[in-house]
């Protein structure tokens, strides 16, 4: 008896003889040169160099030493503001004004006064504010301009001219990072710091080119002092903050337990 080819092995005996046409269909597609890493790469940081994909050890460090430049460079970015307003305390600190004293430059800057933006015709006044006891007022002078910043130079707040009391003098009530304590609806102009210093810088126009009644109109109305209702509200802020503390609650317990 004669038998007949089964259909199933017709199918698989066919699709074993296309195999070889199916995987060389495969591998014939070319690798898109988008995902390819080359050879070579020219940058600003010079010639980067790969070897199947992977860079070289040369190339390697070539990066490593441009990302730690970027990142001192941050660091200086990110710095020198800083490091500019902590020069500003430490000498004032030197010629014996303390915090929330007034530095007035009466009869003008010239080559001697160290300041990368003032100028000679003038009459700057300047102050570090120290709000680590509470909230500070700020008596402001009419006719002037300056700006309040923290001690990171960031913008707090405008004074003079350009800023709420335009030019017609006014009470600044300055607040420390942290307060939450209410504030004054009329009165002040609030403004909260980031850091518990700020830096107060003000200048006063010349009189017929005189600096001096500039330099008394600063001394009759500039006054820096506490808010007493404010610091009040800030002293009780603190306590209870000390209160409430971890360190302090694990320091009490840590007594107990002694006992």
């Excluded at 050890?57 to 970027?70: G, I, N, P």
């Excluded at 010349?206 to 009644?213: G, Q, T």
């Amino acid at each position: 008896m004669k038998r007949q080819p089964n259909f199933l092995s017709l199918v698989v005996a066919c699709a074993v003889l296309a195999l070889p046409h199916l995987a060389a269909a495969k591998t014939t597609t070319g690798i898109p040169p988008e995902i390819i890493t080359p050879d070579k790469v020219e940058t600003r940081i010079g010639t980067l160099e790969y070897k199947d994909g992977a860079p070289t050890v040369e190339t390697a460090q070539k990066v490593y030493d441009t990302l730690d430049f970027t990142r001192a460079l941050n660091v200086y970015n990110n710095s020198f503001r800083g490091a500019s307003a902590y020069g500003l305390l430490k000498g004032f600190r030197s010629i014996g004004a303390k915090e929330n004293t007034v530095v007035i430059f009466s009869e003008l800057m010239d080559s001697n006064s160290l300041f990368l933006t003032a100028n000679a015709d003038t009459v700057y006044y300047l102050s570090v504010v120290d709000l680590t006891k509470g909230p500070m007022v700020i008596e402001q002078p009419p006719k002037s301009v300056g700006t309040i910043n923290d001690m990171w130079f960031s913008w707090i707040i405008d004074i003079g001219f350009p800023g709420p009391d335009r030019g017609e003098g006014g009470k600044y009530l300055i607040v420390p990072p942290g307060y939450e304590g209410p504030l004054p609806d009329s009165g002040f102009h609030v403004a909260l710091s980031k850091t518990d210093r700020i830096l107060y810088a003000c200048r006063a126009y010349l009189v017929d080119n005189d600096p001096k009644p500039a330099a008394e109109m600063i001394k009759k109305y500039m006054k820096i002092y506490p808010s007493l209702y404010a610091g009040r509200l800030w002293h009780e802020h603190c306590d209870r903050a000390r209160r409430q503390s971890p360190a302090r609650k694990e320091s009490a317990g840590s007594r107990d337990q002694v006992r």
